[in-house]
């Protein structure tokens, strides 16, 4: 029998993480731990409350996964159907797959990410992101944290002061941008003033300015755009990559959101199967959910895998980053 349990992981934030839709100070994650007493194996969640995960529900389906006979897992088929059967919010699911394909390759010698048919992982250049601040901020932000060591910077903004914001981070930086609406607008008319107002020599991609139900408004500002569009919140655990190949010209894959490691090679072969650009991407994490992020991260374009790096006291210390890229330790 195996052993199974869950930590709450408070992580307090170096400053104030402020998206289109929210801000924190602070994030709440778990650490799942399995072991046989000999060999263990840990994974992360980091719920999302736009996807309806809170810790609240996190727990109770942790719970109902060890009522239904998580303890006596004896293989990952056995695993994979306990969660068919009893499906938990992503992370959740993200965690305890993790976790035992973690003890898995312990137990057995085996690479993490031989067993996913991935290159070995190597060292991986990150984006850094900036949150949304006062435009006059952003000088001070970027030179206060060493920002231009990165080879790419993510802009966080909304709608309101979006372009003053993305012209203040250019001003302040030399490096080319990311820009991320996290669903901010919802009039496409605004949207394209907007990108219209951007340079596409300085801007290598928007990720996901309108929400993920405005299909249609996606399809007919693709072939406008003068910016390639990436979709993030349109793709989770299930994608129709028919439809968002006519939205978007790629598209930002997370472990959080796929729901697994399988998962999440299936959605890449998925996107290059129908000619996509796949980025991969994180939440706020500690660097345990970014070491896993990394045993795929060869295989994508671009990796904006910088969420642990706003935690203030990482508590694993299982990456570094040194100029802007991440190195295993």
Known sequence: ???????????????????????????????????????????EAAPNIR???????????????????????????DLLQLLQEHPPVNALRFAVESAYLHYFCQHKGIP?????????????????SLPIMEPGQVQEFIQANNLNRFRSLKVKVNQEQGLDLVQEVL????????????????????LVTFLNALDPAQVLFVEQPMPASHAAAYAH????????????ESVTDTADFELLRTEFHGVNIKLMKAGGYLNAVRLLQEARKHGMMAMLGCMVETTLGIWSAMQLSSAFDFADLDGFLIVEDEPFQLVREQDGVLFLK
């Not at 993490?112 to 850094?128: D, F, I, K, N, S």
């Not at 001003?171 to 605004?190: C, F, H």
């Not at 500002?221 to 569009?229: G, V």
């Open 1 to 43: 029998m195996l052993t199974w349990r869950i930590e709450a992981l408070h992580l307090k934030l170096k400053y104030t993480w402020k998206i289109a839709r929210n801000a924190s100070d602070e994030k709440l994650n778990f650490l799942v731990q399995v072991t046989d007493g000999t060999f263990s194996g840990f994974g």
């Open 51 to 77: 996807y309806g995960e809170t810790p609240e529900l996190l727990l109770q389906q942790y719970q109902v996964l060890l009522m239904a006979g998580l303890a006596g897992m004896k293989s990952m088929e």
């Open 112 to 128: 993490v990410h031989q067993l996913l048919g991935q290159r070995p992982p190597g060292q991986q250049a990150t984006c850094y």
């Open 171 to 190: 001003k302040a930086t030399p490096r080319k941008i990311v820009i991320d609406g996290n669903e901010s607008w919802q009039n496409p008319d605004e």
């Open 221 to 232: 500002l693709k072939e406008m755009s003068p910016i390639p569009l990436v979709a993030d």
